[in-house]
């Protein structure tokens, strides 16, 4: 433990107020020796960058303007795009926080396995590195990609079926995650149609930004997932279909080059968002691989029915018992028992936990034994 007599701490508390500048007595810099500088004595602003855009962005990339199209209307950042200050929303949101504590694929993962923050991360570099290759808005691709899994519930995609019978239509994480996760954000009208329809199952996304979101989700999870698995011993590298070790290799480096690579020979000979035949049937192959080898082996499936129990008795439970999610919603009443607000109330505030907290509130209100809770989970 370190104390004030410690050189290292006294050395470390004396840097609290930085440093002051040779040339100007109102400036502090972060070392004594620093000398760096943007070589210019002015900032880029707002409208000079989406000026730039405007020139320098491909034709049918989607330009920021003021303030964007916002359910509620803001003035524009004096600095920031509307994309980028939807991006930043998104990354300081809660919601994306908890992403943190929610299962990939492996239910609380070791040290080296991802987790569904990881891999919106995972998502966010793969739909980046295309969309400055094509030249479309990248600040909207970043957004569209950080926020896509926000609507993810406890315990991976067994939150879907969990949640489903409680929402008209089914709990659709995308759908979810763009009308009501992150609807306190006011995100702009794109990166919710983004977000919203990143699924394949759903429409098209409106933007090109978004469709390669909805690629480089994929590419993402099959080569992510696969190496996870692999380094469990679940699956080995040889067992890959021979179309897909031939076309794209056996490790993440080299699969995540060899799709996104032929998504930009795509774009830039096309103009289409896309992939490359060979190497969109080799993708469609490892999906199918990790969906038989991973997702669909039988301890999956059982700790998958294990989430679903969980996650409905815990609705059930808020259901009838809304106080209790007062505290969630800053103390607004969510409803009468067992009314459809508290339906909803529940349904979202379930939907927002992490495994572990939905686990610690399975012992704690429904007083369940710990062998009910899915495997792996550390309560």
């Known amino acids: 433990m370190t104390t004030r ?6 050395a470390w508390a004396s840097t609290m107020h930085g440093h002051a500048s040779d040339d100007a007595s109102d400036v502090r810099l972060a070392h004594a020796d620093s000398w760096a500088g943007s070589g210019v004595a002015d900032a880029q602003g707002r409208e000079r960058r989406e000026a730039h855009e405007h020139d320098t962005l491909a034709p049918l990339a989607t330009r920021a303007f003021g303030a964007g199209e916002r359910a509620r209307a803001e003035e524009p950042d004096p600095l920031r795009t509307c994309f980028e200050r939807d991006r930043d929303r998104i990354l300081h949101a809660a919601s994306f926080r908890r992403l943190a504590g929610k299962t990939q694929v492996f239910v609380f993962p070791e040290d080296h396995q991802r987790t569904r923050l990881t891999h919106a991360l995972e998502v966010a570099q793969v739909a980046t590195a295309v969309a400055r290759a094509l030249r479309l808005n990248v600040a909207l691709t970043e957004a569209i990609a950080l926020g896509h899994d926000c609507g993810h519930g406890p315990g991976g995609h067994a939150s879907e079926d969990a949640l489903s019978p409680y929402v008209e239509g089914g709990y659709d994480h995308a759908v979810w995650g763009a009308d009501v996760t992150l609807t306190p954000l006011n995100l702009c009208r794109e990166t919710l149609d983004g977000i919203r329809n990143h699924s394949w199952s759903r429409p098209a996304p409106a933007t090109p930004e978004g469709e390669v979101v909805s690629w480089a989700d994929r590419i993402a999870y099959v080569c992510h997932d696969f190496e996870d698995a692999a380094g469990t011993g679940i699956v080995a590298p040889e067992a890959l279909p021979s179309a897909v070790r031939e076309t794209c290799g056996t490790t993440r480096a080299v699969q995540l080059r060899a799709f996104v690579t032929s998504m930009i020979d795509v774009g830039r000979a096309s103009g289409r968002i896309g992939m490359g035949a060979v190497h ?5 192959a490892f999906r199918g691989f990790n969906y038989d080898a991973i997702y ?41 028992p067992r009314s459809a607000e508290a339906l909803r109330s529940a349904v979202t505030y379930v939907g927002g936990m992490t495994d572990r907290f939905a686990c610690r509130q399975g012992l704690a209100v429904l007083g369940w034994e710990a062998s009910r809770l899915p495997r792996g989970i550390d309560v």
């Open 296 to 336: 669909m082996r039988e301890a999956s499936r059982a700790q998958a029915r294990q989430v679903v129990d969980l996650l409905r008795a815990l609705v059930e439970h808020y259901h009838a018992h809304p106080a209790l999610m007062a505290p969630a919603f800053d103390g607004a009443p969510v409803g009468d």
């Open 5 to 10: 007599e410690d050189p290292r701490a006294t």
């Open 280 to 284: 969109a049937d080799a993708l469609a």
